[in-house]
């Protein structure tokens, strides 16, 4: 597609559970970006990945999250044992290295 | 990590009025861009700034970068309803050699009334 592509929409789940977040980049796009926003809130940086460089983690809040890549393009965040403090808009966003993000539409999601 | 103060919080204006907001940081900064979030979506970038005393339009929105390079402002001339959304600032700061995470601004929330 022509802008980045994140599934689902919305999740609902249970205090508990693990939830899995996808973002498809732009293509071309070496840079990856995972963002959470709360509810009237800023962007919280989660984690980068650049190419074949090893990610930064820094913005992780916690060992209950991890993001991984594969082939340089799809991105995967799962968050494990979900918690209410959990809840938040997650985003993703690449770029050519430019510094101009694209961002998705976000993941809205709700724990119960 | 580096912070960045964003004013203000939120406006209410007038269809018509001109619109400006600011963004300073304790510490400099090599990129600023400015991003506008309309509800339900990802943040759009508007305006990128790469110089220190860059001053950059598109449209009605007009950009500078800071000649500290510690601050940028962003103005929106004769608003109109569609404007309505929030502003986020965002940056990178100097010194690192990639353009890694951006830091941004707690966003000001704009009210346009017709």
């Known amino acids: 597609g022509a802008g980045v592509s994140q599934s689902p929409s919305n999740k609902v789940t249970e205090k508990g559970k693990d939830v899995e977040l996808r973002c498809d980049p732009i293509?071309?796009?070496?840079?990856l970006y995972w963002y959470r926003q709360s509810l009237g809130q800023g962007l919280e940086f989660l984690i980068y990945f650049q190419g074949n460089s090893a990610p930064d983690k820094s913005g992780l809040p916690s060992d209950r999250f991890s993001a991984e890549r594969t082939g340089g393009s799809v991105s995967t965040l799962t968050i494990q044992r979900t918690q209410q403090e959990d809840s938040a808009v997650y985003l993703c966003?690449?770029?050519?290295?430019?510094?101009?993000?694209?961002f998705g539409s976000g993941t809205q999601l709700s724990v119960l | 990590g580096q912070q960045l103060n964003q004013s203000p919080q939120s406006m209410f204006i007038q269809e018509g009025e001109d619109v400006s907001m600011n963004c300073t940081s304790s510490s400099i900064f090599n990129t600023w861009l400015w991003y506008k979030q309309d509800p339900g979506e990802g943040p759009v970038l508007l305006i990128a700034l790469y110089k220190a005393g860059e001053l950059t339009s598109n449209g009605r929105l007009t950009a500078q970068f800071g000649i500290t390079r510690k601050d940028s402002f962003l103005n929106i001339s004769a608003s109109i309803p569609s404007d309505v959304g929030i502003y986020f600032c965002a940056g990178l700061a100097a010194g690192g050699t990639s353009y890694g995470k951006l830091t941004f601004g707690q966003g000001t929330i704009l009210t346009v009334h017709p």
């Open positions: 293509s071309g796009h070496t840079a």
């Open positions: 966003a690449s770029s050519r290295n430019s510094g101009k993000l694209f």
